[in-house]
């Protein structure tokens, strides 16, 4: 088969973790792929395109049809709300969303202030509580928010629960757990269908034996 299927892919963590399951499947990616600082690699061997991105970006590379199939975080999905099609759970890069401040304080019974990156999540997080809060939109160093005052709670991604410690926050509420997932977009996965399935059957493969302690080599 000639036609080659594009991928999306975040870039840091969770590209490192694909490609290890990408390769477990049999898919036979170079090894300068590690540490390329391309943003389009191609694989004429396994006629895959690939494509960096920002995590935040990925789904709408793969909603608008530019990208046939993506690797994006839950947290990112549900963020977005974009129309795109999950095919698999990879089980990789998991942490979760969460709520957290400063210790021993109280939400302000007056326009609470929550800080985020995630102002979608967030938002219906709190209405599903009852409660309007202000949100206030941060890009980075959430922790930030409540250590100088800008914001009584933030919500933000949680991995080991380090960072929260190091700052002197603690958790309050966990939203929901985060991995990665396969999306496709819908068209593409008409037309691609074949293709594509291969692709998520050779991963959920593999994701079965990790999960049940077999060697995948």
Do not use: W
Not at 40 to 69: C, S
Not at 186 to 215: M, Q, W
């Amino acid at each position: 088969m000639n036609e080659y299927v594009t991928i999306a892919m975040p870039k840091g963590r969770i590209f490192e973790e694909a490609l290890e399951l990408l390769r477990k499947a049999g898919f036979i990616l170079p090894p300068e792929f590690d540490d390329s600082r391309k943003l389009i690699l191609e694989v004429e061997e396994e006629k895959l395109r690939f494509f960096l991105a920002k995590p935040m970006d990925v789904v709408t590379y793969v909603e608008h049809g530019v990208a046939d199939i993506g690797i994006a975080g839950k947290d990112v999905m549900l963020e977005e709300e974009r129309v795109v099609y999950e095919l698999l759970d990879l089980k990789i890069s998991a942490c979760y969303l969460a709520v957290a401040g400063l210790p021993d304080t109280k939400m302000s019974d007056v326009a609470p202030k929550v800080a985020s990156k995630y102002p979608n999540i967030t938002s219906s997080y709190f209405r599903e509580q009852g409660e309007q809060v202000e949100i206030i939109k941060l890009n980075g160093s959430i922790e930030l928010a409540p250590m100088i005052g800008l914001a009584e709670r933030i919500v933000d991604i949680v991995s080991t629960g380090q960072t929260l410690k190091e700052n002197g926050l603690v958790e309050y509420s966990r939203i929901a757990n985060v991995t990665s997932r396969l999306i496709s977009n819908p068209v593409s996965f008409r037309l691609k269908e074949e293709r594509i399935s291969e692709i998520v059957d050779r991963l959920a493969a593999v994701i079965d034996r990790l999960e049940s302690g077999e060697s995948v080599f």
